[in-house]
């Protein structure tokens, strides 16, 4: 299977900051995606992103899909307790139907 | 809409025994169904995915096994666990929209 790298592997901020995610790969992807995910659960969809240098929001997150097509990009603006979980990034290759998932970035939000 | 529906969400097993995790996808037809596991706080690892009814491609070589003997059913079985195959499993479906959405999980413990 294809490795994602995802930094860093995790991150304790305070509430209010803003945060910097990356994922790196060493293979061409055709769709980004990201995730978060909290204990005991099932990963929840939070950006698709679809073409190089596309810049898409979903509320406080922004996420970017890199012009290599190697690499995305994930910021979450302004953080409050409730974005604690573990962020991960996927990417499906340009030919095949598998999605591969980086290691994760576990974000502590401190109050 | 769509949904997807895994059971059971926690299990018990002892080494040796077999497995049948259950997967169905509602709200879709023909989707792509994938199982993945994942090791306590780490990242996702594709098992198998199947893009059609019959149609299972392996990941990595294991103790287990893919079935999908309907449309939105994907089953993922075992003839005697081992106890690393411990690990939260998550089953997920996706369609030409090219994004990817996961069920609750099934925490699965060989003890």
């Known amino acids: 299977g294809q490795q994602l790298n995802q930094s860093p592997q995790s991150m304790f901020i305070q509430e209010g900051e803003d945060v910097s995610m990356n994922c790196t790969s060493s293979?061409?992807?055709?769709?980004w995606l990201w995730y978060k995910q909290e204990p005991g659960e099932g990963p929840v969809l939070l950006i698709a992103?679809?073409?190089?240098?596309e810049l898409t929001s979903n509320g406080r997150l922004t996420a970017q899909f890199g012009i290599t097509r190697k690499d995305s990009f994930l910021n979450i603006s302004a953080s409050i307790p409730s974005d604690v979980g573990i962020y991960f990034c996927?990417?499906?290759?340009?030919?095949?139907?598998?999605?591969?998932f980086g290691t994760g970035t576990s974000l502590t939000v401190i109050p | 809409s769509q949904t997807i529906h895994q059971w059971p969400a926690t299990l018990v097993q002892p080494v040796g025994s077999p497995l049948s995790l259950e997967c169905t996808v509602e709200?879709?037809?023909?989707?792509?169904l994938y199982w993945y596991r994942q090791a306590a706080g780490r990242g996702l690892q594709l098992l198998f995915y199947s893009v059609g009814i019959g149609q299972i491609s392996s990941e990595v070589p294991q103790n287990l096994s893919a079935s999908r003997p309907q449309d939105r059913q994907f089953i993922l079985s075992s003839k005697k666990l081992l106890l690393s195959d411990s690990g939260f499993y998550l089953c997920?479906?996706?369609?030409?929209?090219?994004?990817?959405?996961f069920g609750s999980g099934t925490q699965l413990s060989v003890l």
């Open positions: 996927a990417g499906q290759l340009v030919t095949g139907n598998q999605f591969y």
């Open positions: 997920a479906w996706s369609v030409p929209l090219r994004k990817l959405f």
């Open positions: 709200g879709t037809s023909n989707p792509n």
């Open positions: 293979s061409i992807f055709n769709t």
């Open positions: 992103l679809y073409k190089a240098g």
